[in-house]
């Protein structure tokens, strides 16, 4: 029982550092445990934490942080040169993808990386998107990188716990975004089928596909019984029903579409024809300060085994990525 109520009362604290040292303290062997006590100095915590984050957010501009380094800066390299992989592999099959979420807002606000960030996300259409597996295992897969498909498909390279997401991208039955009672109807009805998912944290944290085959198919049955039982070839989008992520938005056709080439980190890679539509849609203010700025994934970490500080720099050279700045 004690062990419920100190892992309960740390889940409130923000930052995983904090809550280990927290936790680690409160379950010594001491049968007094005083809660009331407990709850105090975690306050006080709390407090401290929330002085420490207004104090940033007004008298520092997001967009003057300065990029990551050491291990965090190392992961983000390491990150581009797989997406380097991805980009180079799938060129010459002209398939539509963009880079989207946090790696879109790094984009156009720090014009690379958001400093705290520790993944790569981009999105595929459908279409394209059931093509990948293919395409991936024939040319993807050789000098240490794999993937898993599951609720997206995920990229990696050899033991590295570092990724880049791919995440399908389904259509609508019209041009435009639902508005009103249509829209509710359809959120709901979508985040009913991304509720039945089976996902595995375990299976994620060691690169296995998170989630079964049987609730993919469900996931896609559903999509085409209840929810677009009829697409528009320029519907709307919306992310692919099999995804873990929940979200109410839906995203017009013509704020993606034509897509435009760029570069990014020295890749070559594509952007939504109206960002700054797709990222306020998403985000709201998406270049003032985030709710939460620390890294979501739990890569980073202040120090690294020799062997995949190894892997790491074997990855970035070959892909001429300077660990340097």
């Known amino acids: 029982m004690k062990k419920f109520w100190v892992n309960f009362i740390c889940s409130f604290v923000p930052f995983k550092g904090i809550r ?13 445990l005083d809660y009331a006590i407990l709850q105090s100095k975690l306050d006080i915590c709390l407090d401290r934490l929330n002085f420490l984050e207004k104090l940033i957010k007004t008298t520092v501009c997001v967009s003057d942080i300065p990029p990551a380094s050491g291990v965090l800066e190392l992961v983000q390299k390491s990150e581009v040169a797989i997406l380097k992989r991805f980009s180079e592999v799938i060129k010459q ?5 963009w880079i989207d979420s946090g790696t879109l807002i790094g984009y156009i606000r720090h014009n690379g990386f958001i400093p705290w960030d520790d993944d790569i996300d981009i999105c595929v259409m459908r279409e394209d998107y059931e093509k990948l597996p293919e395409i991936l295992l024939a040319e993807f897969t050789s000098g240490g990188f794999f993937f898993t498909v599951g609720d997206i498909i995920r990229l990696y390279y050899k033991e590295l716990h570092i990724w880049v997401d791919v995440f399908p991208i389904d259509q609508g039955g019209k041009r435009a975004s639902l508005r009103g009672e249509e829209y509710e109807n359809f959120v709901e009805t979508l985040n009913y ?4 998912s089976d996902f595995n944290h375990d299976k994620w944290l060691h690169h296995e596909a998170p989630v079964s085959k049987e609730y993919i198919q469900t996931a896609l049955k559903l999509r085409d019984e209840k929810l677009v039982p009829q697409k528009a070839k320029d ?5 692919g029903v099999e995804t873990s992520v929940r ?14 080439k760029s570069m990014w980190m020295g890749v070559e890679v594509y952007i939504p024809s109206h960002p700054d539509y797709y990222l306020t849609a998403f985000y709201g203010d998406y270049m003032g300060w ?12 202040p120090s690294i085994r020799i062997d995949l500080l190894q892997q790491h720099q074997e990855l970035i050279n070959n892909f001429s990525l300077s660990v340097e700045k």
Do not use: E, M, Q, T
């Open 20 to 32: 280990h040292n927290i936790r680690s303290k409160l379950l010594k062997k001491n049968n007094s």
């Open 93 to 97: 099959h002209k398939l539509r993808w």
């Open 193 to 196: 089928i991304k509720s039945l």
């Open 235 to 239: 519907g709307f989008l919306f992310l």
């Open 247 to 260: 979200n109410r938005c839906l995203i017009d056709y013509d704020w993606v579409f034509p897509l435009k």
């Open 290 to 301: 985030p709710d939460n700025f620390c890294a979501a994934h739990g890569v980073f970490s």
